[in-house]
């Protein structure tokens, strides 16, 4: 079924509401998971939706949470998500970022006891329209081992990073660490393909070919193909110990995964660094420096800016609509009947 963005957000909106997230929790996740949908970012747009309103049913998630500010100091502020899904912390996290930065040059906000955050580099588009260059992680439960290591410790434990241009779309940056991306295996799986050496290990940490074996055992970190490199690894534990150690969130090992129905609360983290190029450079001079990098780029014709494709994407998807699969509205309406 052919569906516009309002139509789409306001029914994803009513089963999160029905089951248990406070309005406006349920319309801030219905707008990210859309956002992430129009961009062609499935696995992080209507696939979560099923997964969410589960969550919430079976008290995972706090739907009445209240995202507040509990910490301030010079730029660094921290924000309590009260165990709710995440898209309503992050946003308050960004706000106050962006004011911060705006009055002292840089800030850095923390989200505690949080969710799935979704697209990473969603929550910094804000930032990018006031002119300052953003960055995000967040980590998640526990899908990768440590460097040399065998059983699941770090999530896969996304980064992102955002620079406004002068007339042009952002510099948009999003990657997780895991050498590919859970769904290449989820898709393998599915057609009965194995996998490559390097991409997963089994429940005994042992490598493996069988995605099947992956799934249940860990992913590993990127860099650990036939020349193994620790990179994918120690970059998952910086995000990790800032996450964690420096603003107070449960390591990745702490939480139940996000694809189980039972579990904990996760209690996971994001931070946002928001950077006022006015307050170093110049924006001027920032912006310059940006648009002259972006040509040097383009010199090469097989150059493809950062986030360029999922922008093209989201502004077709607009205007042509979202095709949404008949089934998955039939369960929408039946979640909403019960």
């Known amino acids: 079924m052919k569906m516009h963005a309002e139509t789409l957000t306001n029914l994803i909106a009513r089963v999160l509401q029905h089951a248990g997230a406070h309005r406006d929790m349920a319309q801030a996740t219905a707008n990210a998971l859309v956002l992430a949908q129009s961009q062609g970012l499935e696995s992080h747009g ?21 995202p507040t500010v509990v910490k301030r100091k010079g730029g660094a502020l921290l924000i309590d998500a ?15 970022a ?16 949080s969710h799935h955050c979704g697209v990473v580099v969603d929550h ?5 329209k006031a002119g300052m260059v953003g960055i995000g992680f967040s980590n998640s439960p526990a899908a990768m081992p440590a460097a040399g290591g065998r059983h699941p410790i770090f999530g896969t434990d996304p980064i992102a990073a955002i620079f406004p241009r002068r007339d042009g779309t952002p510099l948009m940056i999003d990657l997780s660490l895991s050498e590919v991306a859970r769904g290449k295996l989820m898709v393998a799986a599915k057609e009965g393909n194995n996998i490559p050496l390097g991409w997963a290990l089994d429940n005994e940490g042992n490598p493996t070919t069988d995605p099947k074996a992956g799934l249940i055992g860990s992913m590993l970190p990127f860099g650990s193909g036939p020349d193994a490199s620790p990179k994918g690894a120690m970059l998952a534990l910086m995000v990790e110990l800032l996450v964690t150690a420096v603003i107070g969130a449960n390591f990745g090992f702490e939480a139940s995964s996000f ?18 190029p006015g307050a170093l450079s110049g924006r001027d001079h920032f912006l310059d420096r940006v648009e002259t990098l972006v040509l040097e780029m383009l010199k090469d014709d097989t150059v493809r800016l950062p986030g360029a494709r999922r922008e093209a994407l989201r502004l077709k998807t607009l ?13 929408w309406n039946k979640a909403l009947e019960s």
């Open 46 to 66: 209507l696939s979560r939706v099923s997964q969410y309103a589960t969550h919430l049913l079976n008290g995972r998630v706090n739907g009445q949470a209240i």
């Open 82 to 96: 009260q165990e709710g899904l995440a898209f309503q912390a992050c946003q308050l996290a960004v706000n106050e």
């Open 98 to 113: 962006i004011l911060t930065a705006n009055a002292l040059g840089v800030a850095f906000a923390g989200v505690i006891r």
């Open 124 to 128: 910094l588009r804000d930032v990018a």
């Open 259 to 276: 694809f189980v129905d039972e579990g904990n609360r996760p209690g996971l983290g994001q931070a946002f660094i928001v950077i006022d």
């Open 319 to 331: 205007s042509d609509g979202f095709d949404v699969p008949d089934a998955l509205i039939s369960n």
